[in-house]
């Protein structure tokens, strides 16, 4: 029996051995790169949880296959330490001791070697030849020396040649899904599920009695289930639900899955007519039930109703639903490491599991390092159902950094949208991100991330880190709001965002909603720009006379601008609107600029309408300087060419009389 001595030692080792297969992962994801932060951060990681293993001795392990056993006796079952040990296994490695904590330097020398193709490590003799024993090695492999094993005897065994053969089949899940369905045929989707189930019986039943206990064949079951058409893959499952109590093969399937799989599985099977929380109520009642399956299926079943993620209405679940996926901490980022460790077993690459797995282990205090490594993830996710949960995933975390104010965590997630982000790897990719963005900015939300004594654009501040998907998600949440305060909170916010993403504007200015068009007149026009004022011009054109207003007020916004007079003349000659001629005509008496004055002049000389006409003799009088003056003067004389009309002559001279004070 281990004494606790050992019991406290081979609590440190497993930690240690986690590591170093998500260093492997990251490795291997960049070979012969030791400065990526997913590796720098990794070689820390393994540095300090070396230390702690080493506080009770040397550290000294057995592999067996896909599992490491200590003097205390085999260590708990992941899938990092499989992947790991059969890593080392496949290439000859027996016994691993850790005697100090390995720097950077032999680590990459490390990895580099169990990176080797396996016949080019069998042919040099196996790791231990390539990585001899060497006075103050940190990690040696092979060593001689007592065995990890109390059994002196014992050494790992051998897998027989047609179950290596058996094995390498599972480990390629979708062509042995697709044998599975050879000879089948009809219609795959409404198959009969007993062939399938037979076919899997004959397959384990290849394997020795207890031969999972080394070689995980129930998970890889579990991956080739997941292979099969959508209703056909139901059905199988359905069938191991009801088989669960007296079928040892159903057992063992459903026995490997974890809490949050098989919740998953639960709430999928509700596309069949079946009620999940039911199914979940009878396999907790089971002998060996579950702790917190009812209220995590309950949960997906909300959740994926509301948001499509396992996460909504989690919080008093509790954090030991599953050591094996849930792995909690007060890391803000453990959503996103749960769902990427729910499907660390999915991946069809070891690497990127290894980094979904490094998620738990990350200290809350270091989020950007956390951050950096989701980034790399996001970048490699191949599979777009699994990327676009795990982008909403993301959104979601930007949404509580946004609303908390943590201006430090929101720019560390929001690098993936910078030029060297996620966002920006290829278009594909990208429209991921724009979608769970648009999905995360709703009405509520932004209504929700306002305080009632700030301007909105401090909220803006926070919303430009997103980038010009705020733009358009805010011009959408206004183009609905009926309340007219909530209108001018999110008027406030478009011109903090604006400046960096006029394009999105613009193209808001062809909106078929007319009031759409006006908001994307108003914002440019409080924004600027050199060509605001052709945009201005542009929109004075549009049918609705409500936007041709905005565009005046636009205009008027850009009266510095040399062509905003004559701009303004000619909507104002060929205005049919009122309102908006009117508009128009003060917004060019309002101008300072000399020209301004020419075109009123210009207007009151040569208008059809005598309407017109007097309406640029009152803005010219309402002008100040002696520039105006003079222009009433000599549009009220008789000499001037051409000559006004008598009663334009006679009303210029009353104006110019009202403004020298002369009755």
Not at 489 to 514: E, F, Q
Request: hydrophobic share 40%.
């Amino acid at each position: 029996m281990a004494g606790p001595a050992e019991d406290t030692q081979q609590d440190a080792v497993v930690p240690l051995l986690r590591q170093l297969s998500v260093g492997l992962g990251a490795y291997r994801l960049y070979p012969d790169e030791p400065d990526r932060p997913a590796f720098v951060a990794a070689a820390e990681r393994i540095a300090e949880a070396a230390r702690r293993a080493l506080a009770g001795g040397p550290v000294d392990v057995e592999i067996q296959g896909h599992r490491f056993r200590s003097a205390s006796g085999p260590l708990p079952d992941s899938e990092l330490l499989r992947r790991l040990a059969l890593c080392c296994y496949e290439r000859g490695v027996e016994r691993m001791q850790v005697r100090r904590p390995p720097d950077p330097d032999e680590l990459m020398h490390l990895y580099r070697t169990l990176g080797m193709p396996i016949y080019a490590i069998r042919e040099a003799g196996g790791v231990p030849a390539l990585l001899p024993p060497a006075e103050g090695a940190a990690i040696a492999f092979g060593e001689l020396g007592p065995l990890a094993s109390p059994d002196s005897d014992r050494r790992p065994e051998e897998l027989p040649a047609e179950q290596l053969e058996l094995w390498s089949q599972l480990r390629d899940p979708v062509t042995l899904a697709a044998s599975l369905l050879t000879g089948i045929g009809g219609d795959l989707e409404d198959s009969d599920p007993t062939p399938v189930l037979e076919r899997l019986e004959a397959m384990v039943s290849t394997f020795p009695e207890g031969l999972p206990e080394h070689v995980d064949v129930y998970y890889r079951l579990q991956e080739v289930i997941l292979q099969l058409p959508t209703t056909l893959r139901r059905r199988v499952m359905a069938s191991l639900l009801e088989r669960h109590r007296y079928d040892p093969v159903a057992q063992r399937v459903i026995g490997t899955m974890s809490n949050a799989e098989l919740a998953r599985t639960l709430v999928d099977l509700r596309e069949d007519g079946q009620d999940p929380i039911k199914l979940a109520e009878r396999l907790a009642a089971a002998p060996g039930s579950r702790a917190h399956l009812v209220e995590l299926t309950t949960a997906l079943a909300r959740g994926h109703e509301d948001a499509g993620t396992i996460m909504v209405g989690l919080e008093n679940v509790g954090t030991e639903i599953d050591d094996r996926v849930w792995e909690r901490s007060a890391s803000v980022l453990e959503t996103v490491s749960d769902l990427l460790a729910r499907d660390l077993r999915a991946t069809q690459t070891e690497d990127i599991g290894s980094i979904r797995g490094a998620f738990p282990e990350h200290s809350p205090a270091d989020p950007q390092a956390a951050v950096t490594v989701l980034d790399d993830y996001l970048k490699l996710e191949a599979d777009d159902d699994l990327l676009d949960q795990i982008v909403e995933l993301w959104a979601h975390e930007v949404g509580e950094a946004i609303r908390r104010r943590d201006e430090s965590l929101l720019s560390a997630l929001t690098a993936s949208l910078g030029p060297d982000g996620a966002a920006h790897a290829d278009p594909r990719r990208a429209t991921y991100f724009d979608a769970a963005l648009l999905r995360l900015l709703s009405s509520s939300f932004l209504a929700s991330i306002g305080r009632p004594e700030e301007e909105p654009g401090e909220s803006a501040a926070l919303l430009a880190k997103l980038g010009p998907v705020a733009v358009d998600a805010i011009f959408d949440v206004l183009a609905e709001e009926p309340d007219r305060a909530a209108r001018a909170r999110l008027l406030g916010m478009l011109r903090t965002l604006a400046p960096p993403s006029l394009d999105r504007i613009v193209r808001r200015l062809s909106d078929p909603r007319w009031w759409v068009v006006r908001n994307a007149v108003h914002i440019l026009a409080r924004v600027g720009g050199p060509d605001v004022p052709r945009l201005m011009a542009e929109a004075a054109g549009h049918p609705m006379p409500a936007v041709r207003r905005e565009a005046v007020r636009g205009l008027a916004a850009s009266g510095t601008d040399p062509s905003v007079p004559s701009l303004l003349r000619q909507i104002a000659e060929s205005e049919q609107d009122d309102e908006v001629r009117a508009a128009a005509m003060n917004a060019l008496g309002g101008l300072a600029a000399p020209s301004a004055l020419e075109e009123l002049i210009g207007i009151a000389r040569s208008s059809s309408s005598r309407r017109l006409q007097g309406a640029a003799l009152a803005e010219i009088a309402g002008r100040a300087g002696d520039d105006a003056r003079k222009a009433l003067d000599l549009l009220g004389s008789r000499r001037h060419r051409p000559r006004l009309p008598r009663a334009l002559r006679k009303e210029a001279r009353g104006l110019a009389a009202q403004r020298s004070g002369t009755p």
